[in-house]
């Protein structure tokens, strides 16, 4: 007998009903008396659990024993539409096997209603529970979504490397890599660390973005998108930072800010209408366990156009809101995500694009207005999360950049390689940033970053 995922069954009962099936999964709840017995089936592929039903006149008690929560168990039977209430379909077990059992006095999961406070301590069991499922397979097709996207576009993936040698990639503070004994550094005459023994032969880090590589990719190929891990070791110990995360970061040739701001926002919503479509009976479990909204805020999001306003009209409605924020405001600084948010979520209700920021507040490869004062960056912000992307045109004139270079002291032995895609064939072109676990917030209604990525690595943790 062929083994078959329960999401298959429940996505066409009928076409199941009445053979006989075999079902492999993690027990999520057994119960019933002397005649018989239900057992909720999982086996990670939807949210939904599967139900067999055990008739005591074939099964003894001993046999039973080992099918307690968290055990894993095959399972044939008949399947057969459902007498009782909460589901169509349901297996009549005719045989089972245990397959590894879970002692009910320390399984870490055996009560339900754990908060996700503790699950983030038993980070290596919570993808079993129910909230962690379903975050997982909506984090999954999201990163389908986007292959698929780019895909249709005519876009390339684009392999970016992970560790650089370039420490002024300008979105933050990098971790360093290196094979040196660090208990015995080897010095140069003058005192220094001699780099020339390290493994690379010079200092190397990880890298906190893909996109000066990802110019070289576009002034070639034309449109790029790159998609992986991104290291920053910010002691930023917030709902929204990670120390390590995914980023998706499209870059295209001849692409001017307008262009990019209608790309960033056609991307977004096709990302969370994939999941909408493809992910409904998560994101309801979701909406139903932690934020009743949920569904109504993905679909508005989806429906409305995004407001598009500079920097400057944005901090002089933040000015005259006569709100208190915590963070002063005034033109020249850095947005805090409750200035972002306040935007969002109390004066235009809608996600909101900044566009033209101050240079000084802003990476260097942005390219400069005629006022010099502002650069051509653009922010996509969200409600609940306030910043979800950043990017920006480039700055495609090989004088203006060379001469920002040098007033912001960036070495030029790390940016000679990107310096010559303005030195040849230079075109206009801009690309951005999203970061995936802040999209993935988004859709899951989650509401710390740390419960939507299998793994996380923040400050003082990195356990599993
Ligand atoms: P923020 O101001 O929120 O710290 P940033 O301006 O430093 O973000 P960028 O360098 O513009 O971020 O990175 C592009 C995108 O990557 C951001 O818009 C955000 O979605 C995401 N991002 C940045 N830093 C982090 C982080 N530490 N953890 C998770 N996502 C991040
Ligand atoms: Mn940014």
């Known amino acids: 007998m062929q083994h078959v995922k329960i999401a298959r069954i ?4 009928q076409k199941h009903i009445g053979k006989n099936v075999e079902v492999k999964g993690w027990v999520r709840t057994r119960r019933g008396n002397k005649q018989v017995q239900f057992v909720a089936l999982n086996d990670g592929s939807s949210i939904n659990n599967l139900q067999i039903v055990f008739d005591m006149s074939k099964f003894t008690d001993d046999e039973m024993k080992q099918i307690t929560t968290g055990a894993s168990i095959r399972v044939t039977g008949s399947l057969v539409e459902s007498m009782g209430k909460g589901q169509v379909c349901e297996v009549q077990a005719a045989e089972f096997e245990v397959y590894g059992t879970a002692d009910p006095l320390t399984y870490p999961l055996q009560k339900k209603g754990h908060t996700l406070e503790f699950l983030r301590e038993k980070a290596h069991l919570r993808p079993r529970t129910n909230t962690f499922g379903a975050v997982l397979r909506v984090r999954s097709a999201l990163a389908f979504a986007i292959h698929k996207f780019f895909n249709e576009k005519g876009f390339f993936y684009l392999h970016t ?3 650089t040698a370039s420490d002024c990639e300008g979105a933050g503070a990098m971790f360093q890599v290196t094979t040196l004994p660090l208990n015995n550094l080897p010095k140069t005459e003058d005192g220094q660390v001699d780099y020339s023994q390290d493994f690379f032969g010079k200092p190397t880090a990880l890298t906190v973005s893909g996109q000066l590589e990802g110019e070289l990719g576009a002034t070639a190929l034309g449109e790029i998108y790159t998609f992986g891990p991104t290291f920053r070791a910010e002691n930023s110990n917030t709902p929204r930072h990670l120390s390590e995360f995914w980023m998706i970061e499209p870059e295209m040739a001849f692409y001017d800010i307008n262009d ?7 991307f977004i919503k096709y990302c969370i209408s994939y999941a909408l479509d493809h992910c409904k009976d998560d994101i309801a479990f979701l909406a139903k366990m932690y934020d009743e909204d949920l569904e109504n805020r993905l679909r508005f999001v989806v429906n409305s156009d995004f407001v598009r306003l500079t920097y400057t009209e944005g901090v002089k409605i933040l000015e ?13 600084a850095d947005l805090q995500s409750e200035h972002e948010r ?3 979520e109390e004066h235009f209700k809608k996600p909101v694009i900044l566009t033209d920021y101050p240079k000084e507040i802003k990476a260097f490869y942005m390219k400069q207005n005629e006022d010099g004062k ?12 306030g910043e979800i992307i950043g990017g920006s045109e480039r700055e495609a004139d090989f004088d203006k950049l060379n001469k920002r270079i040098e007033e912001l002291n960036i070495p030029m032995k790390d940016m000679w390689w990107y310096l010559d895609t303005r030195r040849f064939g230079s075109v ?3 690309g951005f940033g999203l970061g995936f676990e802040r999209l993935v917030l988004f859709v899951t209604g989650m509401t710390n970053i740390r419960d939507v990525i299998p793994f996380p690595r923040t400050p003082k943790n990195a356990e599993f």
């Not at 990019?260 to 056609?266: D, I, K, P």
């Open 260 to 266: 990019n701001m209608a790309l960033a926002e056609e």
């Open 342 to 344: 306040f935007l969002v």
């Open 10 to 13: 429940f996505a066409d009962p």
């Open 374 to 385: 502002t650069v051509r960056a653009m922010d996509v912000l969200f409600p609940k999360i």
């Open 428 to 430: 206009p072109h801009s």
């Open 320 to 332: 005259e809101s006569g709100h208190k924020f915590e963070f002063p405001v005034y033109w020249g």
């Open 161 to 163: 490397p992970l560790i």
